[in-house]
């Protein structure tokens, strides 16, 4: 009976969304931070980040499962996962504002390089991604509780 | 005895095995949906069975007898094939990400398996109901 790598694999994709909109969460509160690090004794503002999906979860049952040789074709399911979280590369804004205790001597502020609509674009998506992957961990669940009825009238 | 043995059960039995599989297959392609170059994968099993149970008479394999006692292949065989993962390299929902998950088709494949796997099991506890009744005789 393998139907419990149904919830494992809905429930690996449950916490990869969970930290998505984590991450998406810091991005959105830290869209106006200035002071994220100090780098050679200036302020740096805040980063963009973002995660990394990969399929290839290296789980306790699946290495079991393949140094027993069990089932090659069954393991090949792995769920997903977050690698890493990067950040993003593009460049930060520059904001005219003197008044800011930031500003340079130009009077320009740099500013996170955070898009607050992509950002919401992006948690609407983790989302729909969250509820899909429920709605298949119901399904799993459903499936499950109807096999344990046959044989009763 | 082949109270609970015949090709029929079995064959419901393989049925049933295969839309576990299925669910499982389609639970990694939702979980999938936005990893960047994953390939979704499907089950092949009902197309396996009919080739197996001779309604596609034109694509099936045949063993070749010499002798009477040779073990049949093909035709005539109970006809019960393993469920196979296919994974689909070809195509590419999204240029960007080279994911060719389409989740809408994958919710609707996840339906129908949901309703396929309640009426195998319908059927598995239909048929030992009726081997009971024959026993019991009320």
């Known amino acids: 009976m393998k ?55 290296q789980s306790f049952s699946t290495l079991l499962d393949k140094s027993l040789n069990v089932n090659e074709k069954t393991t090949a399911l792995k769920g997903v996962r977050v690698t890493k979280i990067v950040e993003d590369t593009t460049p930060t804004k520059l904001v005219y504002n003197p008044n800011h205790p930031d500003a340079n001597a130009e009077g320009y502020v ?12 992006d948690m609407i998506a983790a989302q729909r991604a969250y509820e899909a992957n429920i709605t298949a961990l119901n399904a799993s669940k459903s499936i499950f509780q109807k096999s344990l009825t046959i044989g009763k009238g | 005895m082949t109270i609970l043995n015949g090709a029929s059960f079995k064959r419901m039995e393989a049925a049933l ?70 994974t689909d390299h070809t195509t590419a929902m999204n240029p960007l990400t080279n994911n060719n998950v389409d989740i809408e088709t994958e919710m609707a494949l996840l339906a129908k398996n949901q309703l396929n796997n309640q009426l195998y099991a319908n059927q ?15």
């Not at chain 1, 740099?110 to 674009?121: A, L, Q, R, S, Y």
């Not at chain 2, 598995?124 to 009320?138: D, S, Y």
């Open chain 2, 17 to 86: 095995f295969a839309t576990e599989a299925r669910q499982r297959v389609i639970a990694n392609n939702i979980a999938n949906a936005e990893t960047p170059n994953f390939k979704r994968s499907e089950i092949l099993f009902e197309e396996l069975i009919e080739n197996a149970m001779g309604v596609n008479t034109n694509k099936r394999l045949e063993g070749f007898k010499t002798n009477e006692r040779h073990i049949t292949i093909g035709k005539g065989s109970l006809g019960l094939p393993r469920a196979q993962i296919v």
């Open chain 1, 110 to 121: 740099e500013m996170p390089n955070v898009d607050t609509t992509v950002e919401m674009i």
């Open chain 1, 3 to 57: 139907l419990n790598t149904g919830f494992d694999i809905s429930a690996s994709a449950l916490t990869a969304n969970r930290l998505r909109m984590d991450v998406i969460s810091s991005n959105i509160a830290n869209a106006e931070t200035t002071r994220a690090k100090i780098e050679n004794g200036q302020y740096v503002p805040y980063k963009r980040k973002m995660v990394v999906l990969d399929a290839n979860q």
């Open chain 2, 124 to 138: 598995i506890t239909h048929e030992i109901m009726m081997k009971k009744l024959a026993i019991t005789g009320r």
